[in-house]
């Protein structure tokens, strides 16, 4: 999840505030050579948690769903468990992500690229629940209610969001209490998170305590006032949603500690990264040495899931030692592309600019 | 781990750096209401990795330790398994906790405070297995060489450190595979690491590939350049060894998202945290909500283990509605205590000035 201080004043790409710190020190990307997995070590997985980690009792611990249904129920997580179970693969990337590389930015989680992973989530569907509740005729959306509670753009409140009734039936929305074979850890929403396969992480609720069907759109701050495309304080903006295209690649060769500028040897090259979308599959994927002038296609291949990210690898041979810029880009089955340059938004959501790498190659023989 | 890039320009406090926030974006910090668990979940704990997180295939994985030995050894995993097993819990900070606090500081790692964790190490003594090689009359250290390559202080190095070979001899010195109870994962050093209990994490080699017994003292760049206290870069400077103690508190009460600034209610609070310290256990903790004026000792327990830090609790009951500034600062048994402010020198080492922590105390019937 991400999320943007709407009413913060702005502040100038270059340096990074106090407070910007303080969250980037909180909050874990995922280091980009661990795209190399298929699936992300849960330890490597990005994490954004908007106020604190909460102690939750799962003993004590009740799943509410309520509002206007024929039939309120209240779940333990032993009755989730007992409900059909399914285990998907799905890439979740936080709406912030890139968010750092805008200018002039909202003060919020300075992400640069590194707020995505891909895990094996384990849950049992929303559907089959919302339909042994019954929502009431006239019901149009279902609230989401973790039980992290924080203040935020002055606001005292637990984290909400909603969804459609049409969007929160979709077969691919789960009620998820397992990942990569274990149960959630707290920091992913033990013992329960919604998972919301295709949209951006501020929708898959963390640490769900309660779910509302309503008959009137809900207008809490993370769903009216956070996560909006707008261009000025004072428009409506358009929600965020699904997440746009993005390629990454695993950095080639060897870092510097300080600068992470890249060195590698002159001579054959296995680039290797992911891409993603959540407008379909990734049909292309292409790769630049020459900061973006010209381009070649990579090998793209399938998902392990319809939501899980495809790797891409490419063999590239640099001609000769010197400076380069490695660029990668990929274009979904909807026909989004990433762009050269950022786009803008007062929020700093899904900045997909194109992934440029600086590396420097080395005559072969070098080995220092 | 930290690190200290000398002859890297300083910067004062106040902004943080785009080169600063490539490193907080990779590295993990442990939020600090995480403190609350006795034994640090493994994707909550700290992690510095100075380079990239190397992939090692554990079949073909081997460590060798030779040098001035008698009989140079070399150890499948399973053979490193096969030897006797000890588990115990162990506190690791980083050398670099608290840089962010210092001014001007050195461009590297911009911790506040949550460079810490403890966790539960398995692993086999690495004093039996330098009695089964048998180090030669005339050494003096043992060099640890990990799997992670790098450029630092323009040298291209894998990281490496060293200790005495009477520091490797200590009984509590481990070879661990394991932590809480699972196999290393690769970011904390899969599939094999160092652990020196009681110093600072650059001590603890992750990913280890080698161990060479050596008849010169060791001189490479993390042992003479990094890790050393220095004012001036042309120092030589005192190596940096043990932890310095620490207390940190779980914030009090809800924070504001962005500010993390809290907000907590009038009324009796239950106050806890932990402290540790290298040099001994922990014999007292001090609580002042007056930013220091005045200090009241808070109830501290036992550690779980000798190198394990000690949970510590408080109740307290601010008086009125306002604005306070809560602080903790701990003592250990040699009678080392925090600082009221930070010390300096040029690497960012060692920064443990009392916590504080702001807090606004609300009304009690207060709830927006």
């Known amino acids: 999840m991400g999320s943007g201080m709407l009413g913060q004043p702005d502040a100038e790409t270059g340096d990074i505030t106090r407070g910007e710190l303080q969250l980037a020190t909180r909050n874990h990307g995922m280091p980009l050579e661990a795209l190399r997995h298929d699936i992300t070590p849960v330890g490597l997985h990005y994490l954004l948690i908007h106020y604190d980690i909460p102690a939750v009792d799962p003993a004590a611990w009740r799943l509410e769903l309520g509002g206007t249904v024929r039939r309120a129920l209240t779940l333990s997580l032993e009755d989730l468990r ?8 799905v890439t979740m990337e936080c709406a912030g992500n890139g968010r750092a590389g805008m200018s002039p930015r909202t003060l919020s989680q300075p992400w640069l690229l590194e707020a995505v992973g891909t895990a094996e989530w384990t849950g049992t569907p929303l559907a089959a629940l919302l339909e042994d509740a019954g929502p009431a ?8 209610t973790g039980d992290d509670r924080g203040i935020e753009g002055g606001t005292e409140q637990l984290y909400e969001r909603s969804l459609t009734l049409e969007q929160a039936r979709r077969s ?48 809490g701050y ?8 707008r261009q000025r304080s004072e428009d ?13 690649m695993v950095p080639p060769g060897i870092p510097d500690f300080f600068s992470r500028r890249r060195y590698l040897p002159a001579g054959p090259c296995l680039l290797e990264g992911r891409a993603w979308s959540g407008w379909g599959p990734i049909t292309t994927v292409e790769f630049s040495d020459d900061a973006g002038a010209t381009w070649q296609p990579a090998a ?13 690898s490419l063999r590239w041979q640099p001609a000769e030692p010197g400076e380069r810029q490695l660029c990668c880009r990929a274009t979904d089955a909807a026909g989004n592309t990433q762009p050269a340059e950022p786009g803008w938004n ?15 190659v080395r005559a072969a023989s070098r080995r220092g």
């Open 222 to 229: 993370q769903q009216t006032r956070a996560y909006r495309y």
């Open 236 to 248: 409506t903006g358009e929600p965020v949603t699904r997440m746009a295209p993005r390629s990454l």
């Open 300 to 312: 793209v291949e399938a998902a392990r899931g319809r939501h899980a990210w495809q790797r891409w």
């Open 346 to 360: 007062l929020g700093g959501y899904s900045n997909n600019a194109v992934h440029r790498v600086d590396v420097t």
């Open 137 to 144: 005729d006239g019901s149009v959306e279902v609230v989401f």
């Open 172 to 219: 691919e929305v789960l009620l998820a209490y397992g990942v990569n074979g274990a149960p959630l850890p707290a920091q992913h929403g033990f013992p329960l998170r919604l998972l919301v396969p295709g949209w951006y992480g501020m929708t898959s609720v963390k640490w769900l305590r309660r779910i509302t069907v309503v008959d009137e759109p809900f207008t």
């Open 82 to 89: 007992a409900r059909p179970a399914v285990t998907v693969p």
